[in-house]
């Protein structure tokens, strides 16, 4: 499928993009389909993008997912977290009622998925969350020529550019060579960041023992368990303090300001996050050491996708969605905000459980 | 230039001071001459060009890029500089020969030459070839606005422990050097002599007192000591030296060396032999000495205008010679120095400078009755201005720094009241996951009866036991969140009084209670006090009045 129909709106069979897929209270419908994209609230069939909690949800009657992400699911949720799972593959093609879907990779965290919906002669890409710059921890990101392509816009401002990451690791690995005595406690994500941190730093030459918050040491094992070496991992819990010296500590960001941080000497707060681009944002964390290290695709990279799509239409889910439309729109593309409730930042479902509480 | 805004960059977000100190040592340690030094330049404010307009700044980003886009980045980031440093287009360089970016000695020497009509041009070129914090650091640095929590004494720290220096010896030849300091990192890196100070009127590094309490009494023998009272203005050095050609320089230094010759222009002329003088700069009307709110109102000036000098005149009490002439003095006993200090102050003649008298006193019993009543020990009418008393050993030479059983400070007791603790913050670094920076009020009858009005917050005063204490208090006790900002309950039967001490109220618009504090700490936790029994609105305005109208 190519870009047959750019800035134009005349589609075959008076079939139109919004009648293929429309948001609704509980996420993307795809009604000739008979399932929704991410929904945020319980459905029938749910085709899931991937394992962040805002994305995946339990309850649902069906999902189609790839395999890493239903098995993100199932440790979060439970076995209990869907009536019926489907794996889905990278490439594989799956006809449902009167579409077909395609699975494509979309660089943001293990498993993460674009989802291609084709009814008759109109392509549309949903893409969840994605990013075009390298990972060693997942697929590359994977371009899907369409007519219609659905963007996040969580860095969807011109001043969000995210550099390369190896640079960012190297400036915590500067960090830690001139403060020996101090701890270096990395705010990340549980999912997919911390990950990629850990790998980032190995391909560094970093290769001592990272340490691990308890609330991510599951996750991780996992990415291991799908063959993605991450060196020596130990546990924070039961170290003494002064054996912390000199080390690299992973923790969830919420659990960077809390009382757990105490067991560290002096330690040296950095957060691996796209948003410490603006330094109000990283001032208003208490964060020391602010590494632009992000899973979303920045300005440049957004643009770029939408441009190397060759779609003729954009809608913009959840971010900074204004500036986005706008640019599409100066660039001769049809654009427009969906209003989608419940994505943003996987930080809320992130949060440790509250003070004092041992993790 | 890249490296530079690095180190900025870090500076900007680290709070600890020794922290602050290892990095710029590092950055020392690790970049050529002359790049370091007119760091060094740039963070001890040492240099020299017109600024560019943020005006300037928002041209050449406005040819650039979308206006919409501008428009929602800046909103986002509320930075001209930073939004224009991030989103700064990246340049369409051809092929392979893309110039270096710039170092930052070729940034500060090109400025400085620079003509206005040349600037933006320049400006564009090097914002092409930096990247987004290099960009950032260029534009904090031409606009002048690099606030970083750096000062300069601060810098000249780092810098001389680079080659294990005391501050003290760098900050005696600082006024001799200049940008980019080549021989400074010479000597301070063992490749060359110590430069040499030629400055006609250089700083000297302050004695510090150190705070005395009850207990060292008993090993201290009043006849080893003199005593003064404590003026309650701002501690200056006031030098006066010849140049080459023989012209008299006098200028007027913080008590961190910080040249505040500008701000008291008044001073001057009264500074007309060569000489250094410590003591207190005080406002005087009639003779009398004024508080230090008064005071305060010839401080942080930029502009100082006749009517400013007129309405607060300015006046230097001294209490120790540094240097007479040509000779320095800070070798000999205190009572020599006060000695020729006295012949000093005689001879200049001067209304606006005068000494600090000594106070009377055999035992140390004499000495506590006069502190708690310095008007009929001596002080008379200038007691208000009084903040306690300052013993210092008859045979003590001026000394850098706070050495110890020197000098002693005996303050007079402070202010206290209990007020009751109403929101609590999180602090800063080391602190940050700890409450505890308190907001705290005091009982008014409001529209609703008796309710709590905030008075002032305190982050300090509380030994490490007692903030684990507050702490757990305040986790266990919010009654809501606010962003970092918790309220902690304050009924009249539930909640913590804490006692504050504080120097001085002052008048406030801008707080709710009309009321400001001079420097409230926490004294104490009443732990054992409801709050029902704090302090009220009352006594603190019965204060204000007595500290105003004595």
Known sequence: MTAKHRGGTAYIDGMRPQDILMPVAAGLCCKPGGFHIDPVRAVERAVITHGHSDHARPGHGAVLATQETLDMMRLRYGDNFAGTTQAVRYGEEIRLGDVTIKFHPAGHVLGSAQIAVTCKDTCIVASGDYKDATDPTCTPFEVVPCDVFITEATFGLPVFRHGDAADEVKKLLASVALFPERAHLVGAYSLGKAQRVIALLREAGYDAPIYLHGAMEEITHYYESRGIALGELRAVKGVKKADLAGTIALAPPSATSDIWTRRFPDPVTAFASGWMRVRARARQRGIELPLVISDHADWDGLTATIEATGAGEVWVTHGQEDALVHWCKTHGLAARPLDLVGYGDEEESDAVAADGTEA | ?550
């Open chain 2, 1 to 550: 230039m890249n490296r530079f805004a690095e180190l900025l960059d870090r500076l900007a977000y680290e709070p600890g001071r020794n922290n602050k100190l290892r990095l710029i040592t590092a950055y020392f340690r690790h970049t050529p001459d002359p790049d370091r030094g007119y760091a060094l330049a740039a963070l001890t404010g040492a240099l020299s060009f017109k600024h560019a307009k943020p005006g300037l700044i928002r041209d050449l980003i406005a040819d650039r890029t979308d206006p919409v886009l501008f428009g929602l980045s800046y909103d986002y980031v509320g930075d001209l500089s930073e939004t224009v440093a991030l989103m700064w287009p990246k340049a369409p360089l051809p092929g392979h020969n893309n110039p270096p970016p710039p170092t930052l000695s070729e940034v500060v020497t090109t400025l400085r030459t620079l003509g206005k009509t040349e600037l933006p041009k320049q400006l564009a070129r090097w914002l092409d070839e930096l990247d987004e914090t290099g960009r950032w650091a260029l534009l904090k640095l031409v606009t002048g606005a690099m606030r970083i929590g750096i000062s300069a004494r601060l810098a000249k720290t780092a810098a001389a422990a680079l080659g294990d220096k005391d501050p003290h010896e760098l900050e005696l030849i600082w006024p001799g050097l200049a940008p980019p300091y080549l021989n400074l990192f010479a000597w301070l890196e063992g490749r060359g002599e110590k430069p040499v100070n030629r400055d006609p009127a250089p700083f000297r590094p302050v004695m510090l007192a150190h705070a005395i309490e009850d207990s060292d009494f008993a090993n201290l023998d009043p006849g080893d000591f003199v005593a003064e009272w404590k003026w309650d203005g701002i501690r200056v050095q006031a030098v006066s030296g010849r140049d080459e050609r023989g012209h008299l320089q006098a200028r007027l230094y913080s008590r961190t060396g910080e040249d505040i010759t500008k701000s008291f222009p008044d001073l001057v002329p009264s500074l007309h032999l060569p000489g250094a003088i410590d003591g207190e700069l005080l406002v005087l009307r009639e003779g009398r000495v004024q508080t230090f709110n008064v005071l305060q109102q010839r401080l942080n000036r930029k502009i100082v205008s006749p009517k400013l000098t007129k309405d607060f005149p300015i006046h230097l009490r001294a209490y120790d010679l540094l240097s007479d002439d040509e000779n320095d003095l800070r070798e000999l006993p205190f009572i020599e120095r006060r000695a020729r200090l006295e012949a000093f102050v005689r001879k200049l003649g001067e209304s606006r400078i005068d000494l600090s008298p000594t106070v009377r006193f055999d035992s140390w019993d004499a000495l506590t009755a006069a502190r708690a009543d310095p008007s009929s020990a001596g002080a008379g009418e200038d007691a208000d201005a009084v903040e306690g008393v300052m013993l210092k050993r008859r045979d003590a030479h001026y000394l850098p720094g706070r050495p110890k059983g020197q000098w002693w400070k005996w303050k007079r007791d402070p202010h206290i009241i209990d007020a009751v603790l109403m929101y609590a913050q999180r602090g800063h670094g080391k602190r940050s996951s700890f409450y505890s920076d308190y907001t705290f009020g005091v009982w008014t009858s409001g529209d609703d009866g008796e309710q709590l009005v905030p008075v002032g917050k305190a982050y300090f005063g509380f030994t490490d036991e007692e903030l684990l204490q507050i702490d757990r208090f305040v986790r266990r006790n919010t009654t809501e969140k606010f962003g970092p900002v918790r309220h902690v309950v304050h009924e009249p039967d539930q909640g913590l009084v804490l006692e504050v001490a504080f120097e001085g109220l002052q008048r406030s618009p801008r707080h709710k209670s009309g009321v400001a504090m001079r420097f409230p700490r926490i004294s104490r936790l009443r732990w054992d006090k409801p709050p029902r029994e704090a302090d009220r609105l009352e006594t603190l305005e019965r204060m204000l009045k007595t500290m105003t109208t004595n």
